[in-house]
């Protein structure tokens, strides 16, 4: 097994080799056929979230071990079943689900493994796909994603999701209804994709680089917005009819968030995605006065993943662009996406 490590928080990342892992009861043992690089890859790497005013959610504090190996979107095929594994035959392609709980508390058993107390998510909890192995506890975790190219595919468990999820909560809208979403990085553009195929509603995008605005204006949005410009509040309004129903910050800065909740109109809804970090600055009689809404939205459920697959292969939603790099680079990747140079998405082969 190769594996591209965190050896120590915020260092690159080193290429360890070990033995194949056995996999143990109902584990499964995949081969790696890609992995996405994500945003939140940053934060782990670096060990921490910035929660503003100088604090921080460390990441060793959840009792992570290093070396540790990133990675939750992950596509690959069966190599090994452990004894008691069943549901999966080897040799099939599955997208691996990588966020997983213990599977047996009370919001386990009822769908909800996000809000378990004793996550096991692959990548961020147990060893994930920057490799070219990874055992997944359990075969309900793997689901067949067939008619939809593989690179693609891995996209889906963590951007394609937090898209996905973020949009399933936007609501009842109508064609009249304008939805803002701030952000058009890869999240942002399979919200774009996916809003524009679920709802009716106009779809506006925000983004203060030039080349994603061109992007999303390809993809369909209905208008774009530079949200560093000083008229972009007036703008958004003009091209709404007064205000945005709901938005979506795929950032997470204190000035997109607070950019969105300002484009909202009355009873309008915000839900904040992006991790970047830092605090929102918010004068509480807003949300009285104008009965604002404003909630978090974190990846997806199994069960809307396997939507998302079936909307993904049925309906031909186009997903973003996504670039192959070899395993080793992964170092360099990273470096390109804090940098923001990525547009859409790069998957690691091994
Ligand atoms: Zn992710
Ligand atoms: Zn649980």
Redesign the pocket.
């Known amino acids: 097994m190769r594996s591209m490590q965190i050896v120590d928080w915020g260092r690159p990342l080193e290429l360890r080799r070990y033995d194949d892992p056995q996999p143990l009861g109902t584990e499964v043992l995949l081969a790696v056929d890609a992995c996405g690089v994500c945003h939140s890859d940053l934060h782990l790497h670096d060990g921490y979230f910035d929660l503003g005013g100088g604090e921080r959610l460390r990441v060793a504090d959840r009792g992570i071990r290093l070396p540790f190996t990133l990675g939750h979107e992950v596509v690959g095929t069966v190599l090994a079943l452990g004894p008691e594994a069943e549901g999966v035959r080897i040799g099939e392609r599955r997208l691996v689900h990588p966020w997983i ?5 009370q ?2 058993r009822r769908g909800e ?1 996000l809000l ?3 996550p096991r998510i692959v990548g961020t909890w147990r060893d994930g796909g920057y490799s070219d192995r990874v055992v997944v506890p359990h075969a309900r975790y793997l689901i067949d994603y067939a008619g939809v190219p593989t690179n693609a595919a891995a996209t889906l468990a963590c951007s394609g999701l937090t898209a996905y999820g973020a949009v399933r909560k936007l609501g009842t809208l109508t064609a009249e209804d304008t939805v803002l979403l701030v952000g058009a990085g890869g999240v942002g553009l399979a919200g774009l994709h996916l809003a524009r195929a679920l709802t009716p509603a106009r779809i506006v995008v925000a983004d203060v680089d030039a080349t994603k605005r061109a992007r999303a204006l390809d993809d369909g949005a209905a208008a774009v917005i530079d949200n560093a410009a000083e008229d972009a509040l007036a703008t958004l309004r003009e091209v709404s009819g007064g205000g945005a129903a709901a938005a979506i910050d795929f950032v997470g800065r204190p000035g997109t968030a607070r950019f969105a909740i300002d484009a909202l109109r009355k009873g309008g809804t915000l839900i904040v995605v992006g991790l970047y970090g830092d605090r929102l600055l918010l004068p509480l009689p807003l949300l009285p006065l104008r009965m604002l809404t404003v909630r978090g939205s974190y990846v997806g459920t199994l069960q809307e993943l396997k939507e998302l697959v079936s909307v993904v292969r049925d309906r031909a939603v186009s997903m973003i662009p996504v670039r192959e790099r070899p395993l080793e680079e992964a170092n360099s990747v990273l470096d390109e996406l804090r940098q923001g140079r990525v547009l859409g998405r790069v998957v690691l082969v091994p």
Do not use: D, F, I
């Open positions: 709980g213990c599977g047996a508390c919001v386990c493994e378990c107390l004793t």
